[in-house]
């Protein structure tokens, strides 16, 4: 039979070693579970970021194109608005009365 010798330096070492290793390779895998991959934690850290900020400016964008659907139903059905608009973008003038522009020597 064979018999086994204990070393009592040597053994301890090895086996400490190994351990060490395993730990090791559980953290590495760990770490590799949370971090690696295609998207990581920070990648998707960033998705959130980049999300919010377009769903605030999605947010601003409808309200400016809410403003413009009201400003276009008054531009259809207000008189006043068409006038004004008339008058000071194209000079029209109502009826009898006389435009006069003085141009610069």
Excluded at 27 to 44: H, K, M, N, P, S
Aim: proline share 1%; glycine share 10%; aromatic share 6%.
């Amino acid at each position: 039979m064979a018999t086994r010798t204990s070393r009592s330096s040597g053994g301890g070492g090895a086996r400490r070693f190994r351990q060490l290793l395993i730990v090791a390779g559980v953290i590495a895998a760990l770490v590799f579970a949370v971090q690696g991959g295609e998207y990581g934690t920070r990648d998707l850290m960033r998705q959130r970021a980049r999300r919010t900020s377009l769903l605030h400016t999605n947010d601003s964008l409808q309200r400016i194109i809410d403003s413009l659907k009201i400003y276009e139903r008054r531009l259809e059905t207000d008189a006043a608005l068409q006038e004004r608009i008339a008058r000071e973008e194209f000079g029209m003038v109502r009826g009898k009365e006389i435009l006069y522009r003085f141009a610069e020597p």
